[in-house]
T-cell receptor, first 116, second 109 residues
Framework: EAGVAQSPRYKIIEKRQSVAFWCNPI?????LYWYQQILGQGPKLLIQ????????DSQLPKDRFSAERLKGVDSTLKIQPAKLEDSAVYLC??????????????FGPGTRLTVL | GENVEQHPSTLSVQEGDSAVIKCTYS??????FPWYKQELGKRPQLIID?????GEKKDQRIAVTLNKTAKHFSLHITETQPEDSAVYFC????????FGAGTRLTVKP
């Protein structure tokens, strides 16, 4: 099966600019996750969707980050405006079942964001 | 929310030796504990997982043990090989996944 797709793979922006990332999960996977992975740290969950509904966004900095999954398939994550500390790899993952916090998560290749 | 601590942060072993990485978690309701391997510049890949109704699970050279009472779980890699060199992350989940900070394992040939 095709894996989780993400684009772009790399992005360099200046602080205060906006940026958007796209994720296409594995076909049929109900649950989609966005993680932020700062260099040298473990992935940090930003938001979790089940179909097109938000399950958990407790760690999403809502003053600047937003995400949507309008049709329950693809998702976009946006940062507006970006700060230097947003430099990280943004990983998208998906899993198949609705109770998917206890199901295998498959990660995409990530988008490496550099904020100058 | 859940808090996961992972030790050690770096581990260097000789090829053929065993490696052990330990994690503790704070939320006794967590019931799923995966381990991921991440090579430099690549995505995390699941290598083994364990659920709270099981105390131990083994897959060839890799095993995971879980002690629910003490709220800790460990990854054991036997007969290590240079290709095992990577960063390993533990995670714990009930309703959302929390990752440890990672262990950089180096296997010296």
């Amino acid at each position: 099966e095709a894996g989780v797709a993400q684009s772009p793979r790399y992005k360099i922006i200046e602080k205060r600019q906006s940026v958007a990332f796209w994720c296409n999960p594995i076909s049929g996977h109900a649950t989609l996750y966005w993680y932020q992975q700062i260099l040298g740290q473990g992935p940090k969950l930003l938001i979790q969707f089940q179909n097109n509904g938000v399950v958990d966004d407790s760690q999403l900095p809502k003053d600047r980050f937003s995400a949507e999954r309008l049709k329950g398939v693809d998702s976009t994550l946006k940062i507006q405006p970006a700060k230097l500390e947003d430099s990280a790899v943004y990983l998208c993952a998906s899993s198949s079942r609705l109770s998917a916090s206890t199901d295998t998560q498959y990660f995409g290749p990530g988008t490496r964001l550099t904020v100058l | 929310g859940e808090n996961v601590e992972q030790h050690p942060s770096t581990l260097s072993v000789q090829e053929g030796d065993s490696a052990v990485i330990k994690c503790t978690y704070s939320d006794s309701a967590s019931n799923y504990f995966p381990w991921y391997k991440q090579e430099l510049g690549k995505r995390p890949q699941l290598i083994i997982d364990i659920r709270s109704n099981v105390g131990e699970k083994k897959d060839q050279r890799i095993a995971v043990t879980l002690n629910k009472t003490a709220k800790h779980f460990s990854l054991h890699i036997t007969e290590t090989q240079p290709e095992d060199s990577a960063v390993y992350f533990c995670a714990a989940s009930k309703n959302d996944m929390r990752f440890g900070a990672g262990t950089r394992l180096t296997v010296k040939p």
